[in-house]
């Protein structure tokens, strides 16, 4: 088949963290297929560049549309935020490969990767990922609670530095705070905690909490949350918010 398909991450919101990989697939693409709310992040590209904008929640029937764009011959593009590969299109993508037609696997298909929200959130803060850490969704629309709930204990237990995508919506304003308090369980009362929301953007902020009185409330989905190891620390600065860093050593160092 002589169709292409790249599933490209645009990185957490500046048009600075988008990588020039990117920008030249979305400049030579016919076809845009997306999010609106990520393909109106997209400059115009080439002349008669068709956009093919679908609702946030329709993302196997978004990749066998494009599938089915690129099997006709065109040059398509799948956007996501951040890196497609963290909780987002390219997996969707592999889904309706696996399921679909086989012919779709002689496809040209390739991943380009972006700047993840938790490595924007995380160049916020300082260096809070200099440790061990994992990611952890708390959308329970693909995958249970329990399965959460189970994976947020098991990181808390194994002293991973956790960052939580997706930490809390109109839909599911109770998540997060149910989070905190299984993690209460497992890690110090004076564990870090940090709200980055708009990380990678000029809208940026950042809010540092402890564990013990972490207040849940005014994360949103533009919001990555960072829970740190045993190790996180602060260090305080006068005139700004204090850094937060995990070392990378178990050990201090003398
Ligand atoms: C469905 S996930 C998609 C993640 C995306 N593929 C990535 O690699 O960043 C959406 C979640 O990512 C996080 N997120 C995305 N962009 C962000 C940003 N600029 N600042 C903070 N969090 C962000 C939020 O937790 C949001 O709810």
């Given at each position: 088949?002589?169709?292409?398909?790249?599933?490209?991450?645009?990185?957490?919101?500046?048009?600075?963290?988008?990588?020039?990989?990117?920008?030249?697939?979305?400049?030579?693409?016919?076809?845009?297929?997306?999010?609106?709310?990520?393909?109106?992040r997209?400059?115009?590209?080439?002349?008669?560049?068709?956009?093919?904008?679908?609702?946030?929640?329709?993302?196997?029937?978004?990749?066998?549309?494009?599938?089915?764009l690129?099997?006709?011959?065109?040059?398509?593009?799948?956007?996501?935020?951040?890196?497609?590969?963290?909780?987002?299109?390219?997996?969707?993508?592999?889904?309706?490969?696996?399921?679909?037609?086989?012919?779709?696997?002689?496809?040209?298909?390739?991943?380009?990767?972006?700047?993840?929200?938790?490595?924007?959130?995380?160049?916020?803060?300082?260096?809070?990922?200099?440790?061990?850490?994992?990611?952890?969704?708390?959308?329970?629309?693909?995958?249970?609670?329990?399965?959460?709930?189970?994976?947020?204990?098991?990181?808390?237990?194994?002293?991973?530095?956790?960052?939580?995508?997706?930490?809390?919506?109109?839909?599911?304003?109770?998540?997060?705070?149910?989070?905190?308090?299984?993690?209460?369980?497992?890690k110090?009362?004076d564990?870090?905690?940090?709200?980055?929301?708009?990380?990678?953007?000029?809208?940026?902020?950042?809010r540092?909490?402890?564990?013990?009185?972490?207040?849940?409330?005014?994360?949103?989905?533009?919001?990555?949350?960072?829970?740190?190891?045993?190790?996180?620390?602060?260090?305080?600065?006068?005139?700004?918010?204090?850094?937060?860093?995990?070392?990378?050593?178990?050990?201090?160092?003398?």
């Amino acid at each position: 088949m002589t169709g292409k398909l790249t599933v490209v991450g645009l990185g957490p919101g500046s048009a600075e963290l988008t990588t020039p990989a990117v920008s030249r697939a979305l400049a030579e693409a016919t076809d845009l297929v997306g999010y609106t709310t990520y393909l109106d992040r997209v400059p115009v590209g080439i002349e008669r560049q068709r956009r093919h904008g679908s609702d946030n929640r329709v993302e196997v029937e978004r990749a066998r549309h494009a599938l089915s764009l690129a099997a006709s011959g065109n040059n398509v593009v799948v956007v996501s935020s951040g890196d497609p590969g963290v909780f987002a299109m390219a997996a969707a993508l592999f889904e309706a490969v696996e399921s679909g037609d086989p012919s779709w696997r002689t496809l040209d298909i390739r991943i380009e990767p972006g700047v993840t929200a938790m490595l924007a959130a995380a160049a916020e803060a300082g260096a809070p990922l200099g440790g061990d850490f994992c990611a952890i969704s708390l959308s329970d629309n693909l995958k249970a609670w329990a399965t959460i709930a189970q994976r947020l204990e098991a990181a808390a237990r194994g002293d991973f530095v956790i960052a939580l995508y997706n930490p809390a919506s109109v839909a599911r304003p109770d998540q997060l705070g149910q989070a905190f308090d299984l993690l209460r369980s497992v890690k110090a009362p004076d564990t870090p905690v940090v709200f980055v929301r708009a990380a990678g953007t000029p809208e940026a902020r950042l809010r540092i909490a402890r564990l013990g009185d972490a207040d849940p409330a005014g994360a949103d989905m533009r919001t990555l949350v960072l829970v740190g190891s045993s190790r996180t620390r602060l260090i305080e600065r006068p005139g700004g918010a204090p850094w937060i860093y995990t070392p990378r050593s178990e050990r201090d160092v003398a």
